[in-house]
């Protein structure tokens, strides 16, 4: 689950980090007034969860009651798209901060770091709006260190960091405790990242944190009832991810233009790297989960081909206490309540297969297809993509 920026900032403040005073805001008049009690100048800034705000212009500086007016009729509203062209994200909220004066920009995050099964601290002198440039033309300006799991991140480590992140000698201290404070909440937050970018020096040398990044394991949200409050309360902006959620399925988007829909996880991981492998670009997650019956089917593909950008789609089934001949059934009911204007490849293999191809055979539906093999599916459903 991802938090909005003033969300973000919550969590730091309840962890003792000092952030800028700010206030949310869902709309003009209630943004001119929080600006009016922070004073000014003030930043008012959009709440979406994507990058790149500052640069599509949800991101300004008000400094008086006039410019905080029309800077908050501008961004409330407005739609921001990611720097991949994601999106539109909708702006219904802004988050009023006061202004900092910045006399430097660090980057700060912390993150799962899956291969090495640790989390990894990451510090970079150089932050701001183009770190992910700084990252990948000089990969040695980010500080790395993977974090003892039994004994946390200790304020020498942290401290190593700063210096060898060449941070500057007065705030070593102070970016190191924010280091490990940082740590601390992910840890006690049941967080996959944290990322701070600015994590800034002002004028009085004070370490702050000017943004946050948060993203908490959703199935860590029972251990944590303010944070799960916050899940319901935020449905996803992305429509194909509402609806899902709505049908109680997994779904998570991807850029690609080929729609997946497995059984069980693992598959669908799978499904994923076979279809690149053959030179295909999903589209999507989506896993129907074991047991899936004819219901679940017809929702999942409602959610797929709800997406314009899907050219094919790939089903891919292996029936263990899933019934091969439900899905089949489910695949044929989605056909008369579904707009099926994409061709879909089919592999249905285990419980009930031959009784489930049968039954696709008999409804003789258009546009469906049927492989026996992952390999050859992935295939087919790359080349019907590439030819429509």
């Not at 008012?44 to 705000?53: D, M, N, S, Y």
């Not at 908050?72 to 988050?95: C, H, L, N, S, T």
């Not at 190191?176 to 740590?183: H, I, K, W, Y």
């Not at 994409?342 to 492989?371: C, I, K, M, Q």
Request: include cysteine.
């Amino acid at each position: 689950m991802d938090l909005l920026e003033y969300q973000g900032k919550q969590l730091f403040d309840a962890a003792g980090l000092a952030v800028p005073q700010g206030e949310v805001a869902a709309d003009v008049d209630t943004a001119v007034a929080a600006a009016e009690r922070i004073g000014y100048p003030c930043v008012i800034k959009a709440q979406v969860l994507i990058g790149g705000r500052g640069k599509a212009g949800g991101i300004k500086v008000a400094k008086d009651a006039d410019e905080a007016r029309a800077h908050a009729e501008a961004i409330i509203g407005m739609d921001i798209y990611g720097p991949r062209k994601e999106g539109p994200f909708p702006v219904d909220q802004v988050w009023i901060e006061e202004a900092s004066e910045i006399d430097a920009e660090y980057y700060a995050s912390i993150i799962l770091d899956r291969s090495a099964k640790k989390t990894l601290a990451i510090l970079s002198r150089m932050g701001g709006m183009n770190v992910e440039e700084v990252a990948e033309k000089d990969p040695a300006a980010l500080t790395k260190h993977h974090v003892d799991p039994l004994n946390g991140l200790s304020t020498e480590e942290a401290r190593q960091m700063a210096v060898d992140a060449q941070i500057d000698d007065d705030v070593i201290d102070g970016v190191a405790d924010t280091l490990v404070a940082l740590s601390e909440a992910f840890v006690a937050n049941d967080a996959t990242l944290i990322e701070v970018n600015p994590l800034i020096v002002t004028s009085s040398r004070e370490v702050v944190l000017l943004d946050a990044k948060v993203t908490i394991d959703g199935s860590a949200l029972f251990r944590h009832e303010q944070l799960a409050e916050i899940g319901e309360a935020s449905p996803p902006t992305d429509p194909q991810e509402a609806m899902a959620k709505e049908r109680g399925l997994t779904y998570v988007k991807l850029d690609g233009d080929i729609g997946i829909l497995g059984n069980g996880a693992g598959l669908c991981m799978s499904t994923l790297d076979v279809v690149a492998n053959a030179g295909g670009d999903p589209a999507n997650f989506l896993d129907a989960g074991g047991g899936s019956k004819a219901e679940a089917i017809v929702a999942a593909l409602e959610v797929i081909t709800s997406d314009q950008k899907v050219k094919a789609v790939l089903f891919n089934i292996f029936g263990g206490i899933t019934r091969c001949d439900e899905v089949a059934k489910g695949i044929i009911e989605a056909y008369a309540r579904v707009d099926m204007n994409v061709p879909l490849v089919v592999r249905l293999d285990g419980t009930n297969s031959e009784e489930g191809l049968r039954l696709l055979a008999e409804a003789n539906l258009e546009g469906l297809h049927n492989e026996t093999t992952m390999l050859g599916a992935a295939e087919r459903v790359v080349e019907l993509a590439k030819g429509s």
